[in-house]
């Protein structure tokens, strides 16, 4: 089965149509990419996928569950996650906490276990300060752990909020222009902490981007967008030399 | 039947001349908002000082001193437009434009300083108790009599619905005509690129605020006249209806300013009518939280979209 | 702009006054006073003049002045209070406890009066720690608080006045009941962002108010509540005499009435309420809820896309902040032994969000010291009794520009990581 399914999500705004006729899917444990002009929808598609906006038309599902329309917050607990263009961190909590807040669904919230320290509770907590230690090695941050998040280097912001989204232990993850800002060293890295969490966590990655080296090394399979409308889908391969998306980005031969 | 229609009638009257008054301050809270997102807590002190500087004016002319209604009305107004312009001018200098661009919380706590700030100046410097205005404008308009009841609109009623509706048309070919009013839209589209394009966007800013507390100043000199007294708690209640109004009517909309205070000032004479009075303040501001929770865009505002 | 930098700065200070003129000739200068005759001035230019050559010299001396930056000047908490606030607070909270008691012995520390003060700054500090709940961890600007306080007040006035229900009694209820106002009128306002939240809560603030002014039949309208008895220890009542049948507390420990000890009876019932008010958010904050609220401040979006549903975040929230101003108000009430509406005006909230916003959104300490200094400074100051509003109104708008984050910003503290 496969793990997302979009078939004709449509996006209007008043009269404004931003998003019509998308279809694509994508498999468990695949790296899918959207690309296409700035203004083609890209994030329009990801924000009806997660739940922020909901869709005019068409239908999402997840694991074979529509989830087209619900809200972002029920979405996320069904295991869709994702990133911001602009960076979303708990800005005044220090690195280590926004991965415990990240936590929140998973940990004893119940209000007296808490307020008189219960054992079960105390594990609970320990846990997390151990799953939080183990995503900032990851993601090579643990030496600023209590750091301000507000006070990190943006390439650390951005490994940051992907750790982040990772500790909720996601099926799906949606990275909004992860390369943006990054020098080619640090895309690089990034192309290889992307890998490792599909390989090692089991995790299908859906992202937008305009870095194309990006894309083309990391993607299995591309669907192009222009103007809110679908212009190619397929492998890089077959991307790469479709007539369609070579005007999209170039204009007229 | 007999009495029923005259009454409603008269209701009418004095519902959409409430409503004028609502209106003339809730322009000012809706340009605000429309531009700079932010709701300016200290408009219905500007009103407040409005009516006292009108007071003070007519005190200083000397009402027995014979001169024509019309011109020392007129003088008033002109006069209190001219302070409180000075008052709104100052207060977005000194309190709002140091904070814009921070975080939501900050310019909002210090409007509210700012309004307790400007009424407990008032009652400091001037007296906390009422003060009478003379009754320059008296009499009655037209009169109609009915079996049972006459139907009649007074005299100040009827200069406030005048003067509003003049306004609000000035005003609207204003800003829709003018290369200001042009500027003034532009801000409240997209301010980021109205700036780009070479717009000083402190002036349309600043233009606003006056604007805003020039039509309060109207509009508290004629209440001051209409009611006949005046102290310096009339901004808090009245600037929390007309924002209410304003919301009715689709916040950063003027004709919605317009349309939501005189939906606001009838539905409360009606209420008053139907309620025992005391209720009536309950009546306008559980209108307030209806609104804001069924259909916050209000009737003539655009839905919003949040921003991802 | 200017060549000349002094004719600028001189043309900018000429503008300044003018405008300073125009503010205060009539507002300042001209105070309408009645009279047999009507109106007349009661003519006030020096005030005029003084204020306008003042605006003059600032601003022709701005360019050559400079401003420390308050915003870096700091009382940083010291390192061991971040991270262990709990034997702080304890130590603190036992001076507080001893004080009255020493007082007696060394009068110099203080008597009855200061004792009084002490009280009402302590239901302050209350009322700044619960709105710091809403306003400073979750965000939410809240200018109604004051209901919360009044509903707790009448509640326990009411069921002291028609069940006869003892002041222990009564505090849990009134803080459950507050509590659930808290989660209906945050329902409403779930959905609402900064501005118009802040005005929605405004107006139930001022809703409430009105229902209890006009509602005669349940809430005796503006005549308010009278005859509220004071709080009881184990049943003994604290009064100099002991109603018919009762004992008083005094006789059950075997010393003769003083006056004092009313007060500081009342006085330690106080402190109590505020120690268990810094025990149960002092633990709340470190808790899941806790940090949720904070995220929710931070970013409400982000919570969302975590899986946090920001609903519940919101009315925990607003219940729990109500529910410490629950509390307060009954104290309040049995303090006080009568209510009426007018106490609970929204100056009130203004009052004590202007608590929350000096000492620091997020800041225990901040609020406590605030709210101490706010309750206690006007008392030293009681010739100025009439300025006090306009102070507030003033420091509230300079905190703002010179420093949002407060007296005392908060500073997060450092976690240890595990292996």
Same mark, same amino acid.
């Given at each position: 089965?496969?793990?997302?399914?979009?078939?004709?999500?449509?996006?209007?705004?008043?009269?404004?149509?931003?998003?019509?006729?998308?279809?694509?899917?994508?498999?468990?444990?695949?790296?899918?990419?959207?690309?296409?002009?700035?203004?083609?929808?890209?994030?329009?598609?990801?924000?009806?996928?997660?739940?922020?906006?909901?869709?005019?038309?068409?239908?999402?599902?997840?694991?074979?569950?529509?989830?087209?329309?619900?809200?972002?917050?029920?979405?996320?607990?069904?295991?869709?996650?994702?990133?911001?263009?602009?960076?979303?961190?708990?800005?005044?909590?220090?690195?280590?906490? =926004?991965?415990?807040?990240?936590?929140?669904?998973?940990?004893?919230?119940?209000?007296?276990?808490?307020?008189?320290?219960?054992?079960?509770?105390?594990?609970?907590?320990?846990?997390?300060?151990?799953?939080?230690?183990?995503?900032?090695?990851?993601?090579?941050?643990?030496?600023?752990?209590?750091?301000?998040?507000? =006070?990190?280097?943006?390439?650390?912001?951005?490994?940051?909020?992907?750790?982040?989204?990772?500790?909720?232990?996601?099926?799906?993850?949606?990275?909004?222009?992860?390369?943006?800002?990054?020098?080619?060293?640090?895309?690089?890295?990034?192309?290889?902490?992307?890998?490792?969490?599909?390989?090692?966590?089991?995790?299908?990655?859906?992202?937008?981007?305009?870095?194309?080296?990006?894309?083309?090394?990391?993607?299995?399979?591309?669907?192009?967008?222009?103007?809110?409308?679908?212009?190619?889908?397929?492998?890089?391969?077959?991307?790469?030399?479709?007539?369609?998306?070579?005007?999209?980005?170039?204009?007229?031969? | 039947?007999?009495?029923?229609?005259?009454?409603?009638?008269?209701?009418?009257?004095?519902?959409?001349?409430?409503?004028?008054?609502?209106?003339?301050?809730?322009?000012?809270?809706?340009?605000?908002?429309?531009?700079?997102?932010?709701?300016?807590?200290?408009?219905?002190?500007?009103?407040?000082?409005?009516?006292?500087?009108?007071?003070?004016?007519?005190?200083?002319?000397?009402?027995?001193?014979?001169?024509?209604?019309?011109?020392?009305?007129?003088?008033?107004?002109?006069?209190?437009?001219?302070?409180?312009?000075?008052?709104?001018?100052?207060?977005?200098?000194?309190?709002?434009?140091?904070?814009?661009?921070?975080?939501?919380?900050?310019?909002?706590?210090?409007?509210?300083?700012?309004?307790?700030?400007?009424?407990?100046?008032?009652?400091?410097?001037?007296?906390?108790?009422?003060?009478?205005?003379?009754?320059?404008?008296?009499?009655?308009?037209?009169?109609?009599?009915?079996?049972?009841?006459?139907?009649?609109?007074?005299?100040?009623?009827?200069?406030?619905?005048?003067?509003?509706?003049?306004?609000?048309?000035?005003?609207?070919?204003?800003?829709?005509?003018?290369?200001?009013?042009?500027?003034?839209?532009?801000?409240?589209?997209?301010?980021?690129?109205?700036?780009?394009?070479?717009?000083?966007?402190?002036?349309?800013?600043?233009?606003?605020?006056?604007?805003?507390?020039?039509?309060?100043?109207?509009?508290?000199?004629?209440?001051?006249?209409?009611?006949?007294?005046?102290?310096?708690?009339?901004?808090?209640?009245?600037?929390?209806?007309?924002?209410?109004?304003?919301?009715?009517?689709?916040?950063?909309?003027?004709?919605?300013?317009?349309?939501?205070?005189?939906?606001?000032?009838?539905?409360?004479?009606?209420?008053?009518?139907?309620?025992?009075?005391?209720?009536?303040?309950?009546?306008?501001?559980?209108?307030?939280?209806?609104?804001?929770?069924?259909?916050?865009?209000?009737?003539?505002?655009?839905?919003?979209?949040?921003?991802? | 702009?200017?060549?000349?930098? =002094?004719?600028?700065?001189?043309?900018?200070?000429?503008?300044?006054?003018?405008?300073?003129?125009?503010?205060?000739?009539?507002?300042?200068?001209?105070?309408?006073?009645?009279?047999?005759?009507?109106?007349?001035?009661?003519?006030?230019?020096?005030?005029?003049?003084?204020?306008?050559?003042?605006?003059?010299?600032?601003?022709?001396?701005?360019?050559?002045?400079?401003?420390?930056?308050?915003?870096?000047?700091?009382?940083?908490?010291?390192?061991?209070?971040?991270?262990?606030?709990?034997?702080?607070?304890?130590?603190?909270?036992?001076?507080?406890?001893?004080?009255?008691?020493?007082?007696?012995?060394?009068?110099?520390?203080?008597?009855?009066?200061?004792?009084?003060?002490?009280?009402?700054?302590?239901?302050?500090?209350?009322?700044?720690?619960?709105?710091?709940?809403?306003?400073?961890?979750?965000?939410?600007?809240?200018?109604?608080?004051?209901?919360?306080?009044?509903?707790?007040?009448?509640?326990?006035?009411?069921?002291?006045?028609?069940?006869?229900?003892?002041?222990?009694?009564?505090?849990?209820?009134?803080?459950?009941?507050?509590?659930?106002?808290?989660?209906?009128?945050?329902?409403?306002?779930?959905?609402?962002?900064?501005?118009?939240?802040?005005?929605?809560?405004?107006?139930?603030?001022?809703?409430?108010?009105?229902?209890?002014?006009?509602?005669?039949?349940?809430?005796?309208?503006?005549?308010?509540?009278?005859?509220?008895?004071?709080?009881?220890?184990?049943?003994?009542?604290?009064?100099?005499?002991?109603?018919?049948?009762?004992?008083?507390?005094?006789?059950?420990?075997?010393?003769?009435?003083?006056?004092?000890?009313?007060?500081?009876?009342?006085?330690?019932?106080?402190?109590?309420?505020?120690?268990?008010?810094?025990?149960?958010? =002092?633990?709340?904050?470190?808790?899941?809820?806790?940090?949720?609220?904070?995220?929710?401040?931070?970013?409400?979006?982000?919570?969302?896309?975590?899986?946090?549903?920001?609903?519940?975040?919101?009315?925990?929230?607003?219940?729990?902040?109500?529910?410490?101003?629950?509390?307060?108000?009954?104290?309040?009430?049995?303090?006080?032994?009568?209510?009426?509406?007018?106490?609970?005006?929204?100056?009130?909230?203004?009052?004590?969000?202007?608590?929350?916003?000096?000492?620091?959104?997020?800041?225990?300490?901040?609020?406590?010291?605030?709210?101490?200094?706010?309750?206690?400074?006007?008392?030293?100051?009681?010739?100025?009794?009439?300025?006090?509003?306009?102070?507030?109104?003033?420091?509230?708008?300079?905190?703002?520009?010179?420093?949002?984050?407060?007296?005392?910003?908060?500073?997060?503290?450092?976690?240890?990581?595990?292996?």
């Amino acid at each position: 089965m496969s793990l997302l399914e979009v078939s004709g999500l449509q996006m209007r705004f008043g009269g404004l149509v931003a998003v019509d006729g998308i279809n694509f899917t994508v498999q468990p444990r695949q790296i899918y990419a959207v690309i296409g002009p700035n203004g083609a929808g890209k994030t329009t598609v990801f924000n009806c996928v997660s739940g922020f906006y909901r869709p005019s038309a068409g239908s999402i599902h997840l694991e074979g569950q529509e989830i087209a329309g619900q809200s972002g917050h029920r979405i996320a607990r069904r295991g869709l996650v994702r990133t911001f263009q602009n960076i979303r961190l708990f800005r005044s909590m220090t690195a280590v906490e =926004n991965l415990l807040v990240a936590q929140h669904t998973k940990l004893e919230t119940g209000l007296l276990k808490g307020l008189f320290s219960v054992p079960a509770y105390r594990a609970a907590e320990k846990h997390a300060l151990e799953r939080a230690a183990y995503w900032l090695d990851r993601v090579g941050l643990r030496s600023l752990a209590n750091r301000e998040a507000g =006070n990190l280097s943006y390439g650390q912001q951005r490994r940051l909020e992907i750790a982040r989204c990772m500790i909720t232990e996601p099926k799906l993850l949606l990275l909004d222009e992860p390369a943006a800002g990054l020098n080619p060293q640090e895309t690089r890295e990034l192309d290889h902490l992307i890998r490792d969490l599909r390989d090692q966590h089991d995790v299908a990655v859906l992202l937008i981007e305009h870095d194309m080296s990006l894309v083309m090394e990391i993607s299995e399979r591309i669907l192009v967008m222009e103007y809110g409308r679908p212009i190619a889908e397929g492998t890089p391969e077959e991307i790469r030399h479709d007539p369609r998306v070579i005007k999209a980005y170039l204009g007229e031969a | 039947m007999s009495d029923f229609f005259p009454q409603f009638l008269q209701q009418v009257i004095n519902g959409l001349s409430l409503g004028a008054i609502y209106a003339l301050i809730a322009i000012g809270y809706t340009m605000v908002y429309g531009i700079i997102g932010m709701i300016n807590f200290a408009h219905g002190e500007i009103y407040m000082i409005g009516a006292y500087v009108g007071l003070i004016t007519l005190t200083a002319i000397g009402t027995a001193a014979g001169y024509p209604v019309w011109l020392m009305v007129s003088v008033a107004v002109v006069l209190a437009v001219l302070v409180t312009c000075a008052y709104g001018w100052t207060i977005e200098r000194i309190a709002y434009r140091p904070l814009r661009g921070g975080p939501r919380l900050v310019p909002l706590i210090s409007a509210i300083g700012m309004s307790i700030f400007l009424q407990n100046y008032v009652v400091i410097f001037q007296n906390s108790r009422d003060l009478p205005v003379p009754d320059l404008i008296s009499g009655m308009l037209f009169t109609i009599d009915f079996p049972v009841f006459t139907v009649g609109m007074s005299n100040s009623r009827a200069l406030i619905l005048f003067v509003t509706v003049a306004l609000m048309i000035a005003l609207t070919l204003y800003i829709g005509r003018s290369r200001m009013g042009r500027a003034c839209r532009a801000c409240s589209q997209d301010m980021g690129m109205a700036s780009l394009l070479g717009i000083d966007i402190n002036k349309v800013i600043a233009l606003t605020f006056v604007l805003g507390a020039a039509l309060a100043a109207v509009g508290g000199v004629l209440i001051g006249l209409s009611i006949g007294k005046i102290n310096p708690f009339i901004g808090f209640v009245v600037g929390v209806k007309a924002f209410t109004a304003a919301v009715l009517g689709g916040i950063g909309s003027i004709p919605g300013a317009m349309l939501g205070g005189a939906l606001l000032g009838m539905t409360e004479t009606f209420a008053s009518a139907y309620l025992p009075t005391e209720y009536k303040d309950v009546v306008a501001f559980s209108l307030l939280v209806l609104i804001l929770l069924f259909r916050p865009t209000g009737l003539l505002g655009r839905p919003d979209v949040e921003k991802v | 702009m200017s060549a000349n930098p =002094n004719t600028s700065s001189l043309k900018d200070a000429a503008i300044a006054a003018v405008v300073t003129a125009v503010l205060t000739v009539p507002m300042l200068g001209l105070k309408l006073t009645p009279a047999p005759e009507g109106l007349v001035f009661d003519k006030h230019f020096l005030l005029v003049a003084f204020a306008v050559l003042a605006v003059f010299v600032v601003q022709l001396a701005k360019p050559y002045i400079r401003l420390p930056k308050f915003g870096g000047v700091g009382l940083r908490t010291p390192e061991s209070f971040v991270q262990h606030p709990g034997r702080w607070w304890a130590i603190a909270i036992g001076l507080a406890a001893v004080w009255p008691f020493a007082t007696q012995v060394l009068p110099f520390l203080g008597g009855r009066g200061e004792i009084d003060i002490a009280t009402a700054a302590l239901t302050y500090v209350m009322l700044g720690l619960g709105l710091n709940i809403v306003v400073g961890f979750a965000g939410l600007l809240d200018l109604g608080y004051v209901a919360f306080y009044a509903i707790g007040a009448y509640t326990y006035a009411l069921l002291s006045l028609y069940f006869g229900l003892s002041f222990w009694e009564c505090l849990p209820i009134a803080g459950l009941l507050a509590g659930t106002f808290g989660i209906l009128l945050g329902f409403p306002v779930l959905r609402l962002r900064g501005d118009y939240l802040a005005i929605v809560t405004l107006g139930f603030g001022e809703i409430i108010r009105l229902v209890l002014n006009n509602w005669d039949s349940l809430t005796h309208g503006p005549d308010g509540i009278g005859n509220i008895p004071k709080p009881g220890l184990f049943g003994h009542e604290i009064g100099r005499r002991a109603a018919e049948g009762g004992t008083t507390l005094w006789d059950a420990l075997g010393i003769p009435f003083d006056g004092a000890y009313p007060v500081i009876f009342l006085y330690l019932v106080a402190l109590a309420l505020v120690a268990a008010s810094l025990f149960v958010i =002092n633990r709340l904050i470190r808790m899941p809820v806790g940090r949720a609220w904070e995220a929710l401040r931070e970013d409400e979006i982000a919570c969302r896309s975590l899986g946090l549903n920001p609903t519940v975040i919101k009315l925990t929230a607003f219940a729990l902040g109500a529910t410490f101003a629950g509390f307060a108000g009954s104290f309040y009430a049995a303090r006080l032994g009568s209510i009426n509406p007018e106490s609970f005006v929204f100056i009130e909230s203004a009052t004590i969000l202007a608590i929350v916003v000096l000492g620091g959104m997020g800041s225990q300490l901040g609020v406590i010291l605030a709210a101490l200094a706010l309750t206690i400074l006007p008392e030293l100051a009681r010739g100025f009794s009439e300025y006090r509003m306009l102070v507030f109104g003033l420091v509230m708008v300079l905190m703002m520009i010179w420093r949002p984050q407060g007296l005392v910003p908060v500073t997060r503290p450092r976690l240890e990581l595990p292996e």
